[in-house]
């Protein structure tokens, strides 16, 4: 059993920023991409960032140089620094991690979301 938690979530005014973070607990033996999402319009979710176990990441256009993306594989955690944010970018966050059980096998645990309102 696996568990995903996000922390960091809160009220912030426009132009500030927040850091959530996101750890996975459980029977791990090594997790694969770590990501962040958000609900978009017509969408069930928009991938707000990724991280690779290696260190590689992408962004979502919408956010790209104004959040960062980062991992400790050895606390099996995600952080996701956001910056200069805007009110549209307020939303429940959820964290996924792609926990590895063999070598071509993952399976995708996800937090309960935490709650991001930026205010104007």
Do not use: H
């Not at 568990?3 to 791990?28: D, Y």
């Not at 991690?97 to 937090?111: E, L």
């Amino acid at each position: 059993q696996v568990q995903v938690v996000e922390s960091g979530g809160g009220l912030v005014q426009a132009g500030g920023s927040l850091r959530l973070s996101c750890t996975a607990s459980g029977s791990i033996f090594s997790i694969d991409t770590m990501r962040w999402y958000r609900p978009a319009p017509g969408k069930q979710r928009e991938l707000v960032a990724a991280i690779t176990s290696g260190g590689s990441t992408n962004y979502a256009e919408s956010v790209a140089g104004r959040f960062t993306i980062s991992r400790d594989n050895a606390k099996n955690a995600v952080y996701l620094q956001m910056n200069s944010l805007k009110p549209e970018d307020t939303a429940v966050y959820y964290c996924n991690a792609a926990v590895a059980y063999a070598r071509d096998y993952s399976y995708d645990y996800w937090g309960q979301g935490t709650q991001v309102t930026v205010s104007s």
